[in-house]
């Protein structure tokens, strides 16, 4: 059983945070932000993050610090995630872990030259939340259970393992039911992908479609997604990959389309009959 998660003092990241919150779904343990003792370091009921230079999961002990210079990227969230059997699929699924693992690793320099980017384009991505969540994560010794943070910690940390648990799940559902459409337009054809209305409906009816698409190998052919209305008994439609060869506003004057964006990347319609989903799709297409 797990009794606490010690984790360093001083200056957060977002990698001792998360492994934290992921090990939070685990039991509702207080947190710690304090050097481990040997008795810590040897408790296999004492998870301890980002500190110790040891790597022992059997015993909980999740530092990287120690590994070779030349070795792969890695974070205390990557040896969390190894240990509870999620990281190949989060390394799959969420595509800011690789980052974060650069940058934990390798600082802001070395990751920006991989990403191909300048360093400062990194810190235009920095967001509020994330500096006010590390900041008031940092400024505790302690996170207990009840605490705002730890309580929204906790929250993070479930959603996260909750998203990388059943979205394999979810790629196979629409993997069955998606249908991938020829669509006729003036001036040329393309390809959309349909997400017919079932029984259960997901929670998020689009979820998964663009990974779908990338499994297939589509990512260059599907302009348009198609996908049922969670406010209606209707259908989105939305251009894939935000390509400008759709736009939604050419078909706001039909009379069953109730929505359009005024930059024409999504509409909702209360059509529900393929075919006259592929003609509201065709008035959208700009051929060339």
Known sequence: MLSKIITHPGGAHKDDFLACSVLLTLAPVPIERAAPSDEDLEDASVAVVDIGHRHEAERLNFDHHQFPRDLAPSCALSLVLTHLGLYEDAREFCEWLEVSEWLDCRGPVETAAWLGVEPEVLSKL????????????????????????????????????????????????????????????EGGSFKALFMPRTIPEPDEPSAGLGRHIKQLGLDDEILALVYPDRRSEGYGLRRYRDDPRLDFSRIDHEADVHFTHARGFIAKTSATRPERLKVLLSGAFLPG
Not at 154 to 181: H, K, N, P, S
């Open 126 to 185: 920095n967001s509020p939340v994330d500096i006010s969540l590390l900041k008031r994560f940092a400024d505790g010794t302690h996170h207990r259970p009840g605490d705002p943070l730890w309580e929204m910690m906790r929250m993070i940390g479930q959603d996260l393992v909750d998203y990388i648990r059943t979205l394999r799940e979810r790629l196979a559902f629409v993997a069955a039911q998606a249908q991938v459409w020829t669509v006729d337009a």
